[in-house]
């Protein structure tokens, strides 16, 4: 088919998991509740995971685009709704470190600012066996932007 002179072409991509429609949580003072994503026909998006048992990246880390800290690096496909439980579950399945029952996992998105410096904003903590508030936070109720970094220190719980 050709539009203005110019061929287009239609991709699809189908990802297939065995989930069901996830369930969104609402933010506390949102006024109206965001659609929930339907995983088995919404693409997910590349969500690269830095991890660090002591603390957080420095913003050096992140600083020269292609250099990010790759050994710490773990690359997840996911959806907006995905919880900040649901992420700690795939980081400890990597990470031997992030499932001992005294361990915090802190969530921070690293993202350039509007003069194009790196920011680090802290956006939640997840112990490793115990429920928390921050257990059902989403990426989306975070504001979290595709295209993002989310730097995880893995320490030792409080």
Known sequence: ??????????????????????????PAGSK????????EKTCPFLLRVFQKNGGHHSLQDFGVRGKEPVDD???????????????????????PDAKRRDRE???AFVYP???GR?????????HSIRRGYDD???LASLNFV?????????????
């Not at 109206?32 to 995983?39: E, M």
């Not at 790196?118 to 997840?126: E, H, M, Q, S």
């Not at 595709?146 to 409080?158: A, C, M, W, Y």
Request: proline letters at 6%; hydrophobic letters at 40%; a positive charge.
């Open 1 to 26: 088919r050709r539009v203005h002179g110019e061929t287009t072409v239609r991709v699809e991509v189908v990802f297939c998991r065995n989930m069901l429609k996830s369930a969104v949580a609402v």
């Open 118 to 126: 790196n920011v680090l904003r802290p956006v939640g903590k997840i």
């Open 32 to 39: 109206a509740a965001p659609a929930p994503i339907d995983r």
């Open 105 to 107: 996992l802190s969530f």
């Open 113 to 115: 600012d509007r003069r």
């Open 73 to 95: 690096e773990v690359q997840i496909y996911t959806w907006p709704d995905a919880t900040l439980r649901e992420i700690t579950d795939l980081i400890q399945a990597v990470n």
């Open 146 to 158: 595709t295209g993002d970094f989310l730097d995880v220190s893995i320490e030792p719980s409080r």
């Open 136 to 138: 059902t936070k989403t």
